[in-house]
């Protein structure tokens, strides 16, 4: 004899595999590391559409070309390294019209690099350190600063009044044209 039982499917408690579900989100959430961006940090020009080209003397240009196999052609001049670059970009922006090769004042200075589609990111980096070097060698002099202590300044308070007063009247002019 045989009885009959009725089974009543089993039921999973919604609750606690939601709880399992939070957790394990909030598991994942806190030991996955997200890559950052890297890159450059260079300041734009501002939309020129509406701004008319303004002409610039030759002698305000310093030309740096790159080329595909990272030689370099420095005003002209052929060049296998950049060696010696950062010192002829101080006494280029710092001319103040002296020397009727050099830039007429540091106002007037532009640094012009353009590469070649194949140059090498390093070489590019090189030359914009040397750029930027030149500059802050000049804006640390001016502050009575080693470039070091410079560059460790903040921009806060009289930090900021320091950096602000130092590249009074010298804009970092770098032009970084399109690659051929």
Do not use: C, W
């Amino acid at each position: 004899m045989k009885s009959i039982i009725e089974k009543t499917p089993v039921q999973a408690n919604a609750g606690s595999m939601a709880d399992i579900a939070f957790l394990l989100l909030i598991f994942f959430m806190i030991t996955t590391t997200i890559a950052s961006d890297k890159g450059l940090t260079l300041q734009l020009p501002p939309d020129t559409n509406d701004q008319p080209v303004q002409k610039m003397h030759e002698r305000n240009i310093f030309k740096i070309l790159i080329n595909s196999q990272d030689q370099l052609m420095i005003e002209g001049e052929r060049r296998n390294t950049p060696y010696g670059l950062k010192e002829e970009l101080k006494e280029f922006i710092m001319n103040h019209g002296k020397n009727k090769n050099l830039s007429d004042s540091p106002s007037a200075a532009v640094i012009s690099i353009k590469t070649n589609r194949a140059t090498t990111q390093q070489m590019f980096i090189t030359i914009l350190d040397a750029a930027k070097a030149a500059y802050y060698e000049v804006y640390a002099q001016r502050a009575g600063l080693t470039p070091e202590e410079y560059r460790k300044l903040g921009n806060t308070g009289k930090d900021k009044v320091i950096i602000q007063k130092a590249s009074d009247g010298i804009p970092m002019n770098i032009s970084i044209a399109e690659p051929d």
